[in-house]
């Protein structure tokens, strides 16, 4: 059945940074081979650290659960591969913070059998026990935040959902995951949709796609189950479309209540190759040990989308991907958010979508001078919030802190660096912002 | 590769940028006024474009001994300083004094910039401030016009561009007055095609709107301009002159008239549209524009001079900062919750 899709939408404000996205997007996800080693932090998500469930010597099975959640915000982890339990120790995280994290040899002839566990049905499930069972998959956030998803589906008492919003935007440049999960796995996202339906009690299903990606949009809207009320919608490719408040604003027009949260407006959004995760794991009572990561940038020859597993050091991928002798530059994620990696001693974790390499050759080119704010208004023009960020930079050179978080609202930047991007001056705005709020919730917390 | 010896950079996101950059904005809007100032050279002959060379050499020379003397880089890299000199240049008279346009264009950028901090925190238009003071100190010269296309204008100078410095030009010179000067002392109206295409007297640059126009429309197209100040002036111009013109013909000029004479071209397209001095918010630059285009028309049907646009945006310009607090962009949330069904 061939589909016409009308590209409307959008939300105002924004930036349209080069996509980048034609090397990888064609390219089917790969299998990548199995570490000789592999990291895997008790912290791989927002909220509490998992308990660690393994002592060091210990034989476990690929899929076996060897941290559990501690706590309602907090999620379990699983063993990427069939192996034994080298240390529990301390390693470095992206930004060289030690954390606490178990260390896995996996077996090198060991056929890597997944162990099944105790299946969900959506229809006969509770609401409780999907959300359990979630939240022991090992679910979070995949599309980068690694919010554990199962908090923001336990609806608060005297709250409702009346859309499910399946987010396959995508909108940052360079990744091309969630384009080859829609391509990919379409029936474990219906699959997956009806278990978020169940739990939150939507009554209807959109997924929301930029322009850019309408291969995906074309098949998934072919491909929607006979009764379910699902819908895909088409943005125009705008940054940072795939926000939460963004994409709520673009799709239904409501705004999330600064401080609120998307179920105050009756929504909850869920990434899609979250969705995806859902509606291949519950069915088997598995939980999460790989996730699809695109591999991309001018500093490695073997571009693509790959399974990675979880707990792969990046060391160990960057070799694997052919990385260039001038990189110089890795960060993960994509460019307009993405977290530059100091060194490359550190797994890749559940919320990692991106690996992007940069050589010498993007960095060096031109060294941005830094001018004064010549007050363009790009930035006022670009902020998906309606914030004033010339007036904040201003305000955050002098240190008047306090001022920007009671007159500029400061806490409604979700750093998304569109301010930063589009600043002629190059004044690194956004880092001038998680600077300020770094140092008023120190003074909030000292107080 | 041996990826353990390989150090590297750490820097916050984005890790990539749009490419546009102030020194570009700045180059461009050099590059717009440069027709203008050519036109200026073809009306006026050599007098236009001695004052136009003076007024640039002053302002750029300023900026960059003013930097040296203060220890720090020099700034004329950006270009800012090119547009001041230019701009400020093409506002004058093409038979004023050169040491006087020197004096101008040093007291444009010292005073109208570097005092208050340089390029970002100037609060008026650099240019403007040197075009004030010029008026104020020396009256007569800056309003002594001379006639455009004159047979001899590229090897003869009027006699008082030369005059040596603190002494009183002569104007022996045949010298005109200005469509607005005509208009309001002996209500003549000039024709609007002259207007338009610049075949009448005036400032250096102020005379052909049609170049002016275009440089506009090259740097809205590039966006680096906001056209929406142009805009507001021009429309709150017409609506109040047709109105004023509407109720007394013979005395109030028409809209088109009221457009294209004296310098409302180049002030609204290329001076309030100074991106430091001009508020930010897309409200903000409407009530800014309007009040412009209200104090151009009020100065020039009741006021003591023909000209108002330069105080009308220099009054404009003061009152930004404060157009700007009270058209804050409503930020994403704070509305209230929308409900739709
Ligand atoms: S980083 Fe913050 S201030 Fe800048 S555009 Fe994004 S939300 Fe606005
Ligand atoms: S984009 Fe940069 S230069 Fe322009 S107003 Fe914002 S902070 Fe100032």
Same mark, same amino acid.
């Given at each position: 059945?061939?589909?016409?899709?009308? /590209?409307?939408?959008?939300?105002?404000?924004?930036?349209?940074?080069?996509?980048?996205?034609?090397?990888?997007?064609?390219?089917? &996800?790969?299998?990548?081979?199995?570490?000789? /080693?592999?990291?895997?932090?008790? =912290?791989?998500?927002? #909220?509490?650290?998992?308990?660690?469930?393994?002592?060091?010597?210990?034989?476990?099975? *690929?899929?076996?659960?060897?941290?559990e959640a501690d706590g309602f915000v907090s999620v379990a982890l699983h063993a990427p591969a069939s192996g034994i339990i080298k240390r529990i120790a301390l390693a470095p995280n992206p930004v060289g913070r030690m954390t606490p994290s178990i260390y896995l040899q996996p077996f090198p002839a060991s056929s890597q059998e997944v162990l099944e566990g105790t299946p969900i049905d959506p229809d006969t499930a509770s609401p409780d026990e999907i959300v359990k069972a979630i939240q022991d998959a090992g679910i979070v956030g995949l599309g980068g935040a690694a919010f554990p998803t199962h908090v923001k589906l336990k609806i608060p008492e005297g709250k409702f959902v009346d859309t499910l919003i399946i987010n396959g935007v995508e909108c940052e440049p360079y990744l091309t995951t969630d384009h080859r999960v829609m391509l990919e796995q379409k029936d474990d996202i219906f699959m997956g949709i009806r278990y978020l339906m169940k739990v939150t009690g939507a009554q209807r299903t959109i997924i929301g796609i930029e322009a850019n990606k309408l291969d995906a949009a074309q098949e998934l809207s072919a491909a929607i189950p006979a009764g379910m009320p699902v819908s895909v919608e088409v943005f125009k490719v705008k940054y940072p479309q795939g926000a939460e408040k963004m994409l709520i604003k673009a799709l239904l027009d409501r705004e999330v209540p600064s401080g609120g949260l998307p179920v105050d407006v009756h929504t909850v959004v869920v990434n899609v190759a979250t969705a995806a995760e859902i509606g291949r794991l519950l069915p088997h009572g598995r939980g999460i040990m790989e996730r699809v990561i695109t591999i991309t940038g001018p500093g490695v020859a073997k571009k693509g989308n790959y399974w990675i597993p979880i707990g792969t050091p990046v060391r160990y991928v960057l070799e694997q991907a052919g990385a260039k002798d001038n990189i110089s530059l890795v960060f993960l994620g994509g460019p307009m958010m993405g977290q530059a990696v100091s060194n490359l001693d550190f797994p890749f974790t559940k919320g990692t979508s991106g690996l992007v390499v940069f050589t010498e050759a993007e960095t060096n080119s031109k060294p941005q001078k830094i001018y004064p704010c010549i007050h363009c208004a790009y930035c006022v023009d670009a902020c998906p919030m309606f914030l004033n960020p010339s007036q904040m930079g201003i305000l955050a050179k002098k240190e008047r802190y306090e001022e920007m978080a009671e007159q500029y609202n400061l806490f409604d930047c979700f750093e998304c660096g569109a301010c930063s991007y589009v600043c002629p001056s190059h004044i690194p705005l956004v880092q001038y912002f998680r600077v300020a709020k770094g140092i008023l919730r120190e003074k909030k917390a000292a107080s | 590769?041996?990826?353990?010896?390989?150090?590297?950079?750490? *820097?916050?996101? $984005?890790?990539?940028?749009? #490419?546009?950059?102030?020194?570009?904005?700045? *180059?461009?809007?050099?590059?717009? !006024?440069?027709?203008?100032?050519?036109?200026? /050279?073809?009306?006026? #002959? !050599?007098?236009?474009?001695?004052? &136009? =060379?003076?007024?640039?050499? =002053?302002?750029?020379?300023?900026?960059?001994?003013?930097?040296?003397?203060? +220890? +720090?880089?020099?700034?004329? #890299?950006?270009?800012?300083?090119?547009?001041?000199?230019?701009?400020?240049?093409? @506002?004058?008279? $093409?038979?004023?004094?050169?040491?006087?346009?020197?004096?101008?264009? /040093? &007291?444009?950028?010292?005073?109208?910039?570097?005092?208050?901090?340089?390029?970002?925190?100037?609060?008026?238009?650099?240019?403007?401030?040197?075009?004030?003071?010029?008026?104020?100190?020396?009256?007569?010269? &800056? @309003?002594?016009w001379h006639p455009a296309f004159t047979t001899d204008r590229f090897y003869n100078l009027p006699d008082s561009t030369l005059t040596l410095p603190f002494m009183a030009p002569v104007f022996k010179a045949v010298t005109t007055a200005t469509p607005l000067a005509q208009m309001k002392f002996d209500h003549k109206i000039a024709d609007s095609y002259d207007l338009a295409m610049g075949f009448v007297s005036g400032s250096t640059g102020e005379t052909c709107a049609v170049l002016i126009l275009l440089g506009g429309a090259y740097l809205a197209w590039r966006k680096m301009m906001?056209?929406?100040?142009?805009?507001?002036?021009?429309?709150?111009?017409?609506?109040? =002159?047709?109105?004023?013109?509407?109720?007394?013909?013979?005395?109030?000029?028409?809209? !088109?008239?009221?457009?294209?004479?004296?310098?409302?071209?180049?002030?609204?397209?290329?001076?309030? @549209?100074?991106?430091?001095?001009?508020?930010?918010?897309s409200r903000g630059v409407m009530i800014y524009g309007a009040l412009i285009g209200i104090l151009v028309v009020v100065i020039r049907l009741w006021g003591g001079l023909p000209e108002g646009v330069m105080y009308a945006i220099l009054i404009a310009n003061a009152a930004s900062p404060h157009i700007d607090r009270l058209v804050q962009p409503r930020v994403y949330g704070t509305g209230g919750v929308k409900r739709k069904t």
């Open positions: 059945m061939e589909t016409t899709i009308t /590209v409307k939408k959008t939300f105002p404000h924004g930036v349209h940074p080069p996509e980048a996205k034609e090397e990888t997007h064609h390219l089917k &996800i790969r299998r990548f081979p199995f570490a000789p /080693v592999m990291i895997l932090p008790l =912290s791989q998500h927002t #909220g509490k650290p998992s308990k660690a469930m393994v002592r060091e010597g210990q034989e476990v099975a *690929r899929g076996q659960k060897i941290a | 590769m041996n990826l353990t010896q390989k150090t590297l950079e750490i *820097r916050t996101s $984005p890790h990539i940028l749009s #490419g546009m950059s102030t020194d570009t904005i700045m *180059r461009n809007v050099v590059y717009a !006024l440069l027709p203008v100032a050519a036109f200026a /050279v073809y009306a006026f #002959g !050599l007098a236009a474009a001695l004052v &136009i =060379s003076v007024s640039t050499i =002053s302002t750029v020379l300023t900026e960059h001994v003013l930097c040296r003397l203060t +220890k +720090k880089e020099s700034t004329i #890299g950006d270009w800012s300083a090119a547009i001041t000199g230019l701009l400020y240049g093409l @506002t004058l008279p $093409p038979g004023l004094p050169l040491w006087m346009v020197f004096c101008g264009g /040093v &007291i444009a950028i010292a005073l109208g910039k570097f005092m208050f901090g340089g390029l970002g925190y100037n609060p008026f238009n650099p240019a403007l401030v040197g075009r004030a003071v010029m008026q104020a100190a020396f009256p007569v010269a &800056i @309003t002594t906001n056209w929406r100040i142009p805009a507001a002036i021009f429309l709150t111009v017409i609506v109040l =002159s047709e109105f004023f013109h509407y109720l007394k013909p013979e005395i109030y000029p028409d809209s !088109l008239f009221m457009l294209l004479s004296g310098g409302l071209m180049l002030g609204a397209v290329f001076m309030a @549209t100074d991106m430091v001095a001009s508020p930010m918010t």
